[in-house]
């Protein structure tokens, strides 16, 4: 069974940079392609990065392109985000997600089975 953990939230200034990670203790990371995605309140929920399987492709929302990176660690079920160069508009609670349907939905919220608790990153001078 998926059980999302997700770690690395925090409050930083405009161009630092923060990791988010998230660890599948259930131990089956390598059979879902992973996806972050970010809430603000009063907002739907918005992708922000995706990696597939092996983590040979990746996708991002044209907001975080060149910024953020996704990267994933089957041998240690992990999945994480490096995010550089921040703003305060990335301003948001950070969740972590699995999904094993079609990659081509990974920038979807309906694409994914798992989401793990939010975490909050706020960027602000």
């Known amino acids: 069974q998926v059980q999302l953990v997700v770690s690395g939230g925090g409050s930083v200034q405009p161009g630092d940079s923060l990791t988010l990670s998230c660890e599948d203790s259930g131990r089956t990371l390598s059979s879902y392609y992973m996806g972050w995605f970010r809430q603000v309140p009063g907002k739907e929920r918005e992708f922000v990065a995706s990696?597939?399987?092996?983590?040979?492709?990746?996708k991002y929302d044209d907001s975080v392109k060149g910024r953020f990176t996704i990267s994933r660690d089957n041998t240690k079920n992990t999945v994480s985000l490096q995010m550089d160069s921040l703003k305060p508009d990335d301003t948001a609670v950070y969740y972590c997600?699995?999904?094993?349907?079609?990659?081509?939905?990974?920038?979807?919220?309906?694409?994914?089975?798992?989401w793990g608790q939010g975490t909050q990153v706020t960027v602000a001078s």
């Open positions: 990696i597939s399987w092996s983590g040979g492709t990746t």
């Open positions: 997600a699995a999904g094993r349907t079609f990659f081509s939905y990974s920038t979807s919220t309906r694409g994914y089975e798992y």
